[in-house]
Every structure is written in structure tokens, then in C-alpha cells.
């Protein structure tokens, strides 16, 4: 069992700036996908950034250079730098990883992120 823990979010203003973690309870070694997804209300939950593999990083269509996902082998988390915030992209943000030996799928608990003024 992968235990995933998110932190970073919180209440910004529109431009500004917030770094998401995810922290694993095991190597990172072991995920196949690494991501992070957001879901707003009465949305669906989608896709904001994702590392597959040995892959360059994708990202949703409506990130636009404003966020960039990374990651940090040695502390075993995943980060998401999101920067230019936008009043749409108040939502919750959950981290999930793909095991590469069974292909489970896991989610963290989310963290919510308000862009508000």
C-alpha cells in the first residue's frame, strides 16, 4: 500500500504563485506515472501535469507554461511549481501514481487551492 500526502495549497491572489507537494511513502522509483490532477466543482477531474516513464512531463492544454512538475528522487515526492494563477484554477489537486510492478493506482487526499481576490 503507496500512502501519498499533499500540502502546499491554499488561498492566493490572481498572479500569484504556489508550490504543491506530494509526498510517497516509498521510493519513487517504483511509479511508472507520476501526476497531478485537479477537480473544480461540478467538473470533472483532469488532467493538469503528468511525468510518465522516462518521458518529458505533458501538461493539460489550459496550463500554458504557467506550471511545472518536477520531482525529487532522493525525498520521494513530486511538486508542481504553479505560477500566473488563475481564478480557474481554484479546484483540488490530487497527486497520483502508477506502480510499475502491479499497475495499481494511487491517489493522495487532495489539497484545495483558492485563487481569489
Known amino acids: 500500500q503507496v500512502r501519498l500526502v499533499e500540502s502546499g495549497g491554499g488561498l492566493v491572489q490572481p498572479g500569484g504563485s504556489l508550490r504543491l507537494s506530494c509526498a510517497a511513502s516509498?521510493?519513487?522509483?517504483?511509479?511508472?506515472?507520476m501526476g497531478w490532477y485537479r477537480q473544480a466543482p461540478g467538473k470533472e477531474r483532469e488532467s493538469v501535469a503528468e511525468?510518465?516513464?522516462?518521458?518529458?512531463?505533458s501538461y493539460g492544454d489550459f496550463v500554458k507554461g504557467r506550471f511545472t512538475i518536477s520531482r525529487d528522487n532522493a525525498q520521494n515526492t513530486v511538486s508542481l511549481q504553479m505560477n500566473s494563477l488563475k481564478s480557474e484554477d481554484t479546484a483540488v489537486y490530487y497527486c497520483?501514481?502508477?506502480?510499475?510492478?502491479?499497475?495499481?493506482?494511487?491517489w493522495g487526499q487532495g489539497t484545495q487551492v483558492t485563487v481569489s481576490s
Open positions: 497520483k501514481v502508477v506502480q510499475y510492478i502491479d499497475g495499481a493506482i494511487y
Open positions: 516509498t521510493s519513487i522509483f517504483s511509479f511508472y506515472v
Open positions: 511525468i510518465i516513464g522516462n518521458n518529458r512531463p
